[in-house]
T-cell receptor, first 115, second 114 residues
Framework: DQQVKQNSPSLSVQEGRISILNCDYT??????FLWYKKYPAEGPTFLIS?????DKNEDGRFTVFLNKSAKHLSLHIVPSQPGDSAVYFC??????????????FGKGTKLSVIP | DTGVSQDPRHKITKRGQNVTFRCDPI?????LYWYRQTLGQGPEFLTY????????KSRLLSDRFSAERPKGSFSTLEIQRTEQGDSAMYLC????????????FGSGTRLTVV
């Protein structure tokens, strides 16, 4: 059973416009959420994260929003650039006391930014 | 230090053979993780080391899989009696103890079992 779901396998956006990537989760024990970006033939690269005590975190062109009641988070990229074209993975982790350091990943969304 | 290094980048093996992959983490990172990614899926956790101690293993890590991290530096992941279902990208990542989520991933080893 997928605990982290990215229901859109792909997304195409015009350069300069906003890209919105969505992620839903089912495990209420998740307390920390991350986004990773992956280019072909490379490992995932950490992009931005958010703790469950916050509802927004911003880093330059990237903003992550968390809606705990809906178990939903989203990544906004503004403005989108062709170099942002990659696969984006949403990931989640449980509370520190649970002793687990593993990340649970979604299946990814392939973003294509069209020049 | 240029990041997490994995060797080999690609491995093609016949079903039933044993394979071993190596991961060299960032030198000051004491935590090391192995993940597996199959086509169309996100990375799936396999196992985690803090220094030389293997502290967590996924149920995905069957008895044909074994991982070691002697002396708390590099790590190896061995798959015995490979099966076609083992074909995947095997990713290694490392982090500092206090940087719980600051994983740095390597570029992975792509295994193809024929």
């Amino acid at each position: 059973d997928q605990q982290v779901k990215q229901n859109s396998p792909s997304l195409s956006v015009q350069e300069g416009r906003i890209s919105i990537l969505n992620c839903d989760y089912t495990n209420s024990m998740f307390d920390y959420f991350l986004w990773y970006k992956k280019y072909p033939a490379e490992g995932p690269t950490f992009l931005i994260s958010i703790s469950s005590i916050k509802d927004k975190n911003e880093d330059g062109r990237f903003t992550v929003f968390l809606n705990k009641s809906a178990k939903h988070l989203s990544l906004h990229i503004v403005p989108s650039q062709p170099g942002d074209s990659a696969v984006y993975f949403c990931a989640a982790s449980t509370l520190p006391g649970a002793g687990s350091y593993q990340l649970t990943f979604g299946k990814g969304t392939k973003l294509s930014v069209i020049p | 230090d240029t990041g997490v290094s994995q060797d080999p980048r690609h491995k093609i093996t016949k079903r039933g053979q044993n394979v071993t992959f190596r991961c060299d983490p960032i030198s000051e990172h004491n935590r090391l993780y192995w993940y597996r990614q199959t086509l169309g899926q996100g990375p799936e956790f396999l196992t985690y080391f803090q220094n030389e101690a293997q502290l967590e293993k996924s149920r995905l890590l069957s008895d044909r899989f074994s991982a070691e991290r002697p002396k708390g530096s590099f790590s190896t992941l061995e798959i015995q009696r490979t099966e076609q279902g083992d074909s995947a990208m095997y990713l290694c990542a490392s982090s500092l103890a206090q940087d719980r989520y600051g994983y740095t991933f390597g570029s992975g080893t792509r295994l193809t079992v024929v």
